[in-house]
């Protein structure tokens, strides 16, 4: 009886255009009433003549918007008596046997409670084309809308919360926004979580593979240059203190190659490292965002999960560069280094043994880098050798 009553003078206080409880009622001339943002709102595109929503009487002129004071403190009345009524405790309403067990869920749809051994009894039953949709009986005041006393069973796209169905309304605080059922969202964006958690494992291992590679050319190449600098020692030293100054230069040559090689090889290992960990790092976000979807009830508040698929979308948006993989042409240098001893050793033969001044001068003059990374033997020999290339 007294829920009946609630009922009918709940609907006395009714604005005409939004359809729920007055805010800031004001009168017409005509006595009609309106929430002062609602009539203020459907004049407002009118400068001229305009009408009562109610009985379309006509004004020449906006007429002034005087307060309903005696409506608005019932108003006020009403809301505080809604408010300050306590919650009654809630039962299972399958419970057949013995008293109902307190209620664990609440069905929004239905908006029948039941224990946690009648979840699937009430599953069963005949629902909306949209199905049930059950919440934590103790979170079913968070699911209500505080301004329209409905459940938000709808999410908003713009503003990445749930709404009820008057929010979309007609002056509503989400008029024109896109929203959709809250079910249906919350699988999407389970599936787009599910989608993103797969490229980010996708990636990482993708990470993983390259760096793996790196480290095996790195352990290649540093092998190459340490055999080769026993061979390139081992040919030296048949040209005794002669070749000394050169054979240091060559070793010297050799280390800054591998050092070059390394350090890029750094570069690209560091840089790698740093997006693995940022997919890491964000897939352990998205990993404890995908356990929260579990429960409906992170559906009150989205914008974590738009800020995280933005997040993502940056890590995974671009592809990974292939890594520039060293290669070391031994072979080719240590012909060059043959056919070197070999001019040497028929400079050293001719004339006595003895190399005239301009012999001495080529050789002092020849720079071992260019030797090794472009392979001017002499400007009157070009030639081109590449120690250590990359593609």
């Not at 939004?18 to 004049?43: D, M, S, T």
């Not at 100054?245 to 740093?274: I, M, P, W, Y």
Request: hydrophobic fraction near 35%; aromatic fraction near 6%.
């Amino acid at each position: 009886m007294a829920e009946n009553w609630k009922n009918c003078f709940e609907e006395e206080l009714i604005c005409p255009i939004c359809l729920h409880v007055f805010v800031e009622p004001v009168q017409l001339p005509c006595k009609h009433n309106f929430c002062r943002g609602c009539i203020g709102e459907a004049w407002a595109k009118d400068s001229g003549l305009v009408r009562c929503p109610e009985c379309n009487q006509a004004y020449n002129q906006k007429p002034g918007l005087e307060k309903n004071l005696k409506l608005t403190n019932i108003v006020e009345k009403f809301n505080a008596l809604h408010v300050e009524k306590p919650p009654a405790a809630l039962h299972c309403v399958f419970c057949r046997r013995g008293p109902p067990l307190p209620a664990q869920k609440v069905c929004l749809r239905c908006e029948a409670p039941c224990c946690q051994s009648h979840v699937q009894t009430h599953l069963q039953q005949p629902s909306t084309a949209r199905g049930h949709l059950l919440v934590e009986a103790d979170d079913v005041r968070a699911w209500s809308c505080p301004q329209h006393n409905a459940y938000r069973l709808y999410h908003c796209e713009a503003e990445q919360v749930a709404v009820c169905q008057y929010c979309c309304y007609y002056s509503g605080a989400h008029q024109g926004h896109s929203v959709c059922d809250v079910e249906i969202r919350r699988n999407e964006i389970r599936k787009m979580l599910m989608k993103q958690q797969d490229r980010l494992e996708e990636r990482e291992q993708d990470v993983e593979d390259q760096l793996y590679k790196l480290e095996s050319d790195k352990r290649l190449v540093e092998e190459k240059v340490s055999q080769l600098k026993e061979e390139v020692r081992l040919q030296y030293e048949k040209l005794h203190q002669l070749l000394d100054e050169d054979l240091r230069q060559t070793v010297e040559v050799l280390d800054k190659a591998q050092a070059k090689f390394c350090s890029e090889n750094a570069a690209q290992a560091l840089h790698l490292g740093e997006r693995m960990q940022e997919a890491k790092k964000l897939l352990g976000s998205l990993q404890l965002l995908f356990d929260k979807t579990e429960d409906v009830s992170f559906m009150k508040n989205t914008k974590s999960v738009k800020i995280l698929m933005d997040r993502t979308q940056t890590c995974t948006g671009s592809s990974l560069s292939p890594p520039k993989i060293g290669h070391l042409n031994s072979k080719l240098f240590l012909n060059e280094v043959a056919k070197k001893e070999k001019q040497l050793r028929k400079m050293l033969e001719g004339e006595g043994g003895i190399l005239n001044q301009r012999e001495r001068t080529l050789w002092a003059g020849v720079n071992a880098r260019t030797f090794l990374l472009t392979g001017s033997l002499a400007s009157d020999r070009p030639f081109l050798i590449s120690l250590l290339c990359y593609f």
